[in-house]
């Protein structure tokens, strides 16, 4: 097995282009139906200044590494001015970049830098929700009963005979009641107001017309910075149902709930939605938006991405899926059937900086099975049709850190419990290099970070994984890579499946099933993606599947995902691997003969591609997908 089907480096150098080119597709492209789009939580990426957080210089040099993975934007958290009680989700100054990351000049370069490099960015916006330092919430509080600005939020005097009963039995996301008593003026205990995440948090009254008019103006003030677009924060939940019912909790409010519940999935929010349309359509780019929706279904879900809308909305579904193929196919087909209903791409995720990082959600107390499911799951996520969001780590392999009271972190570090329970644990600073904390996050060896980092981290760092075959960190450049360049890969609105036995997923994607990237979002071709695109091109000389005839030689991918606990055997599907998530079996030395990968395409496939450590030995005219893999076929 050599090393070269690994090697998808980009050049680490802008690419060549005019002063004025800001945008990395033609204007009119809808490059977010099949782009990868990469999660930065700012605060742990990378540190410049050496304090210990991640901030926007630190995001700048790291662009090569960026570019190098392959991906085609990339969602920074939110960098707003905000005391920082819940991470920057609670934001004080919606037009002013917080001293704690750096400043409006940095951000300014840094979406210079990326566009240059034909990457876009996707800004986050919170507007369920401000700070309590908020200079809304602040004058008041401050004004007490009767200020006009108390009806831009959710007040209302307490039931009881002295109002000290909450005005309803609403609870928060984060624990405890939705509401919190303020004091007035003269120090007596005065109304309540809403919040359904921390009372640091107070819930906007999207009713109110001052919210809507001044959220439309922050937007056009970014978008007018060169934004791309934005992340929703709680989409779901702007709009509350008329008089605020009680609802007689049976338990703990959740985020994703499949009962009703009058606070979250109010229809009211998509008027909201339409109105934002208008003003990203204002703009060329085109500029999007992505919901943060949590909904009891994906039909619930496409409503946010009718054609007057938003642009994408998260798959929770998907995220939330058992390793179990049956779930998975289910979730899989209700997905692309409600995003067509609207003429819309699905998205695909598999965490972010509110959940449990898959690697160990898949585990179940083995973290070998879990980086092997996690894996998989990356190439059945990326052969499907549509967008996909990475969560930054996960391309390294990173586990969740369950034991962050030990090493001397937790909770506090970043306001208290988190989603659905502590989210700390998918948050810790990455490791970049070296072989003692903080592993190159911060500028000087042993210096500070915001989370300690596990010493166990050390051979997962980009710079122990970088160059390595069987890495984690080379499965997922080699996987963007052939992503971008293979004709049936990317944006596209179906798959067909083929016969599988339980345990089992194996469909066939061909060109003619929808285009590829809707717009041209392939940046400049590199040697790495020339190689992609060949090891795909040459790979056609199999029968195939399908019996259309429609796709070309090369111009059909096969994805079979084996969930079970051991090897399955499956008729050949023709053609040759591309790739696999089993880490590729060491060189024996000698040409070999062919057969130990049930291929008989020799000891790297067709052109050095890595597919040969995919599959194992089989009978005659059968390959054998090993226990809990993803493989990928040129067909």
Request: charged share 20%; with cysteine.
């Amino acid at each position: 097995m050599t090393t070269r089907a690994h090697t998808t480096a980009r050049p680490d150098r802008p690419r060549t282009a005019p002063a004025a080119v800001r945008s990395p597709v033609r204007p009119g492209g809808r490059w977010w139906r099949g782009a990868v789009i990469y999660q930065i939580f700012v605060r742990s990426f990378a540190d410049a200044d050496g304090d210990g957080i991640g901030d926007l210089r630190g995001v700048r040099e790291r662009l090569p590494y960026l570019a190098r993975l392959g991906v085609d934007a990339v969602w920074l958290t939110p960098v707003y001015r905000s005391p920082q009680a819940d991470a920057g989700y609670d934001v004080s100054d919606y037009r002013e970049v917080d001293p704690l990351f750096g400043n409006l000049d940095e951000l300014r370069a840094l979406i210079h830098d990326l566009h240059a490099r034909g990457l876009r960015i996707i800004l986050d916006i919170v507007p369920n929700h401000t700070s309590e330092q908020h200079p809304w919430f602040r004058q008041a509080l401050r004004e007490g009963p009767g200020s006009p600005l108390r009806g831009r939020y959710w007040f209302r005097p307490g039931k009881g005979a002295h109002g000290e009963v909450p005005p309803n039995d609403w609870e928060s996301v984060f624990g405890g009641p939705a509401w919190t008593r303020t004091t007035d003026p003269d120090g007596t205990p005065g109304a309540w107001y809403l919040h359904l995440f921390s009372p640091g948090q107070p819930d906007l009254n999207w009713q109110h017309p001052a919210v809507r008019d001044e959220f439309r103006s922050i937007l056009r003030r970014w978008l007018d910075l060169g934004a791309d677009g934005f992340r929703i924060d709680v989409a779901h939940g702007l709009v509350k149902e008329p008089g605020l019912p009680d609802i007689a909790p049976s338990e703990q409010a959740r985020l994703l709930c499949t009962e009703y519940l009058p606070f979250f999935e109010q229809d009211g929010v998509h008027e909201i939605y339409r109105s934002w349309r208008q003003v990203l359509d204002e703009y060329p780019g085109p500029r999007i938006a992505v919901a943060e929706a949590w909904t009891p279904s994906v039909d619930r879900t496409a409503l946010y991405l009718r054609p007057d809308e938003l642009h994408q909305a998260f798959n929770f579904q998907f995220l939330r899926s058992a390793w179990d193929a049956g779930e998975l196919r289910s979730v899989i087909d209700a997905s692309l059937s409600a995003a067509a209903v609207v003429g819309a791409t699905t998205t695909w995720v598999l965490s972010n900086h509110d959940v449990v990082r898959h690697t160990t959600r898949y585990a179940g107390g083995d973290p070998e099975r879990g980086l092997r499911r996690a894996r998989a799951a990356l190439l059945l996520m990326l052969a499907l049709p549509g967008s996909a969001y990475l969560y930054q780590g996960e391309e390294l392999g990173l586990p969740q850190v369950t034991d962050l009271a030990t090493l001397g972190g937790g909770d506090s570090a970043s306001g208290g419990k988190g989603r659905e329970g502590a989210r700390e644990g998918c948050r810790v600073p990455l490791p970049w290099s070296g072989t003692e904390p903080p592993y190159g996050f911060g500028p000087e060896p042993g210096g500070p970070s915001w989370l300690p980092q596990p010493e166990s981290w050390a051979g997962l760092s980009v710079e122990a994984q970088s160059g390595d075959p069987a890495s984690t960190l080379e499965l997922y450049r080699s996987a963007l890579a052939l992503r971008r360049e293979h004709p049936a890969l990317g944006a596209g609105e179906r798959i067909r499946w083929l016969a599988a036995p339980d345990g089992v997923l194996a469909f066939l994607r061909t060109s003619a099933d929808g285009p590829r990237r809707d717009g041209g979002g392939a940046r400049a071709g590199t040697r790495a993606s020339a190689q992609a695109s060949a090891r795909a091109g040459a790979a056609g000389d199999g029968p195939g599947h399908g019996g259309d005839g429609e796709a070309g030689a090369g111009d059909a991918v096969v994805c079979v995902l084996n969930t079970l606990g051991h090897p399955v055997d499956l008729p050949h599907p023709g053609g040759r691997p591309l790739l696999g998530s089993t880490p590729p079996a060491p060189a024996s030395g000698g040409a070999g003969d062919g057969s130990h990968d049930g291929t008989g395409d020799g000891p790297d496939g067709p052109d050095g591609a890595d597919g040969a450590g995919a599959v194992e030995p089989a009978r005659a005219g059968s390959v054998r997908i090993p226990a809990e893999s993803c493989v990928w076929w040129a067909i």
